[in-house]
């Protein structure tokens, strides 16, 4: 039977491998950029010319590769909290924070390279909602520790 536990290992689990695949395709991202610049040579939407693209998507790639190994290890952290019974702690609204904020930066990062291809303009502004979603996740953390900390002092 699925239960809680069960589910929070499967998110930790899951946290870890996608650090590892992260780790992984920081080793391939020259030979991907290559890919994209031949794959996609027929893409007309873009402000600069296509044969620039290689040198600016692999500092796109490998700064979003870092922002999103920061914010896994954030989640890491947040998701052993839980497995600990910390849930409404300030330490897990820092860490949701530091997440939105990663996300809204890898976004801007991506509505940059959006000059090359305008396809990664659509993803920067998905990542940047994503970041504007965890935001609000962190409001209502930040909530439900100020409402525990003083339902802690009233007893």
């Known amino acids: 039977m699925w239960t809680k536990d069960k589910s929070l290992f499967l998110s930790r689990i899951l946290t870890v491998t ?3 695949v992260c780790i992984f395709v920081a080793f391939f991202v020259p030979t991907i950029a290559e890919w994209y610049k031949y ?3 027929y893409e007309t939407v873009s402000i600069f010319d296509r044969s620039t693209i290689v ?3 692999c500092i ?3 700064i979003c590769i870092v922002l999103a190994l920061a914010a896994l290890w954030n989640l890491h952290i947040l998701l052993r909290n839980i497995s600990r ?3 409404f702690i300030p330490k897990n609204t820092a860490c949701l924070r530091r997440i939105s904020w990663l996300c809204m930066g890898a976004g801007a990062v991506l509505v940059l390279f959006g000059l090359w291809s305008s396809i990664f303009a659509f993803m920067g502004m998905a990542a940047i909602m994503f970041g504007l979603i965890m935001r609000v996740l962190k409001n209502v953390f930040e909530k439900a520790v100020e409402i525990k900390s ?3 002092f009233t007893i």
């Open 18 to 20: 996608a650090a590892g």
């Open 39 to 41: 794959e996609m040579a």
């Open 55 to 57: 040198i600016p998507m």
């Open 60 to 62: 796109t790639l490998y």
């Open 85 to 87: 019974d910390e849930v």
């Open 150 to 152: 003083e339902n802690d």
